[in-house]
């Protein structure tokens, strides 16, 4: 079955950095265009990044252009978010989602999610 495993969440004071990463598995990887949402508590699940199934155009959430990076690699089903200079309202938990052929900026249409790892931005 179609897994995706997100981790490299933690404990970050503001302005720091962390990695997160997305393992997967179960799919054929570079078919799929891929994107990062996070959801905070009491609040809706928001777009962060999004990149095409090649890797070669990214998009971001206008909160976060010019310190998110979002990048994968297609021989290790493998991609990641560079996240820096982060600030305490960025506190939430991250998800990875996978969806055939083309992004959105909207989680409705992936069609499989990770379990989502939690990042917290302490001030």
């Known amino acids: 079955q179609v897994q995706l495993v997100e981790s490299g969440g933690g404990l970050v004071q503001a302005g720091g950095s962390l990695r997160l990463s997305c393992a997967a598995s179960g799919l054929t990887f570079s078919a799929y265009a891929l994107g990062w949402f996070r959801q905070a508590p009491g609040k809706e699940r928001e777009f962060v990044a999004a990149?095409?199934?090649?890797?070669?155009?990214?998009y971001y959430a206008d909160s976060v252009k010019g310190r998110f990076t979002f990048s994968r690699d297609n021989a290790k089903n493998m991609a990641y978010l560079q996240m820096n200079s982060l600030k305490p309202d960025e506190t939430a938990v991250y998800y990875c989602a996978a969806s055939l052929g083309t992004y959105y900026s909207t989680p409705v249409p992936y069609q499989y999610w990770g379990q989502g790892t939690q990042v917290t931005v302490s001030s």
């Open positions: 990149i095409t199934w090649s890797g070669e155009n990214a």
